[in-house]
T-cell receptor, first 111, second 117 residues
Framework: LAKTTQPISMDSYEGQEVNITCSHNNIATNDYITWYQQFPSQGPRFIIQGYKTKVTNEVASLFIPADRKSSTLSLPRVSLSDTAVYYCLVGELNRDDKIIFGKGTRLHILP | KAGVTQTPRYLIKTRGQQVTLSCSPISGHRSVSWYQQTPGQGLQFLFEYFSETQRNKGNFPGRFSGRQFSNSRSEMNVSTLELGDSALYLC????????????????FGPGTRLLVL
């Protein structure tokens, strides 16, 4: 499983666009990149998934450069309810890995 | 379509007791995975079941076990509870088995909050 590096925390304001970047230098050829959102005491919620270039859905966009060694989750016009922890997950379970979700990015939206 | 449901939502047990947690996946999903989440260790994989067979297991002691039924519902059991087992236990379902590439999206339930005293 590719290791990922994300900022520990970020602050932004309502109405702004927020970009969270995840580094995954040792991503494997077949690995997908998936982002999840988690609110306190709830299970993670799938946001978006991609393999290369750009993917967009109703809540976010995912930008993946050609070398795929990083990816950027873009949240347009955030609101207070977007305050949560965001996890970048690359690939899937490796039988020897104990932790498959990293620490995530704690996003705090200010009014 | 109903989401993943977990029961109970909250549970208080004492050291040495055992506990069974239940998970009902999204209709049509055949893969169920279990995770433990604690503030210190984050989200850690416990095991995955697909078609009633355990496919993968994380690095947890044998006190943690699970099973899956023919209707894809799953249970996990923790015996001889320890204080360190206090955590949020999450269940996630997906249509097919999880693979190394990560293309299979997982849908998580709300979790069961277990407190061991």
């Amino acid at each position: 499983l590719a290791k990922t590096t994300q900022p520990i925390s970020m602050d932004s304001y309502e109405g702004q666009e927020v970009n969270i970047t995840c580094s995954h230098n040792n991503i494997a050829t077949n690995d997908y990149i998936t982002w999840y959102q988690q609110f306190p005491s709830q299970g993670p919620r799938f946001i978006i998934q991609g393999y290369k270039t750009k993917v967009t859905n109703e809540v976010a966009s995912l930008f993946i450069p050609a070398d795929r060694k990083s990816s950027t989750l873009s949240l347009p016009r955030v609101s207070l309810s977007d305050t949560a922890v965001y996890y970048c997950l690359v690939g899937e379970l490796n039988r020897d890995d104990k932790i498959i979700f990293g620490k995530g990015t704690r996003l705090h939206i200010l009014p | 379509k109903a989401g993943v449901t977990q029961t109970p939502r909250y549970l208080i047990k004492t050291r040495g007791q055992q506990v069974t947690l239940s998970c009902s996946p999204i209709s049509g999903h055949r893969s169920v995975s279990w995770y433990q989440q604690t503030p210190g260790q984050g989200l850690q994989f416990l095991f995955e079941y697909f078609s009633e067979t355990q496919r993968n297991k994380g690095n947890f002691p044998g006190r943690f076990s699970g099973r899956q039924f023919s209707n894809s519902r799953s249970e996990m059991n923790v015996s001889t509870l320890e204080l360190g087992d206090s955590a949020l236990y999450l269940c996630a379902s997906s249509l097919g088995p999880r693979g190394l590439a990560g293309a299979e999206t997982q849908y998580f339930g709300p979790g069961t909050r277990l407190l061991v005293l």
